[in-house]
């Protein structure tokens, strides 16, 4: 009986750790991946809002001084199209994974909707038309981030596992140490209980 309480009372206690665990540490990676995405999407939308024209070095996207682009780390081109469809300019020189030919073909595909989303791979893009008649395609390589929110992903794995196994073994212990009276009570019980019933079978011998 006192072995099955102690066995609930485990499985009860690592059930809620893992719960909590599990919560925070999801909570923790897809708010990074959010992050992520979200620096993403804005670095774009500077790229078509510079143009083809090289971002200048310490702006702030959308004027944010908390959101400060290091070129340095980005990886993008951009791509201007007239309104037939023909390339008028093209800013390749800070993608260096890809060729300026590579780089103009991805570009076609989202100019034409053959590409639809935001989403190509490591690549994340857009598409603008802007007051010169002219429309954009932004184009910027989050290998970098991505790779780092993974690697930030199976590190904190192995931290929420090796603090889940050590609360195991905490929870072992200490269930033995917390029981060890209520073990001791139910054998004194039990003894007890033995004791008086024999005790008790004299006296109902000669009785009967």
């Known amino acids: 009986m006192i072995k099955k309480l102690k066995i609930k009372f485990i499985l009860i206690s690592m059930l809620s750790v893992l719960i909590v665990l599990v919560v925070t540490f999801s909570a923790i990676n897809i708010s990074n991946y959010v992050s992520v995405e979200n620096n993403a999407s804005m670095v774009v939308s500077e790229v078509i809002r510079q143009g083809t024209n090289d971002m200048s070095p310490g702006e702030h996207p959308s004027g944010e001084p908390g959101n400060k682009v290091e070129l340095r780390e980005v990886h993008y081109f951009v791509v201007s199209f007239n309104q037939d469809g023909s390339i008028n300019s093209a800013n390749t020189k800070h993608m260096f994974i890809l060729s300026e030919t590579e780089c103009k073909e991805l570009a076609i595909k989202v100019f ?19 007051n010169d008649g002219l429309t954009y395609v932004g184009f910027v390589d989050i290998k970098e981030k991505l790779e780092s929110a993974n690697q930030y992903l199976l590190i904190s794995s192995l931290i929420a596992l090796g603090a889940f196994a050590a609360f195991a073994g905490l929870v072992i212990l200490g269930s033995n140490f917390a029981f060890k009276s209520t073990e001791e009570a139910y054998k004194n019980q039990k003894r007890f209980i033995t004791n008086a019933s024999h005790e008790l079978k004299t006296p109902l011998t000669i009785i009967s």
Do not use: E, V
């Not at 034409?112 to 802007?130: I, V």
């Open 112 to 130: 034409n909707n053959q590409l639809t989303g935001t989403k190509y791979s490591s690549f994340r893009f857009s598409k603008a038309s802007k």
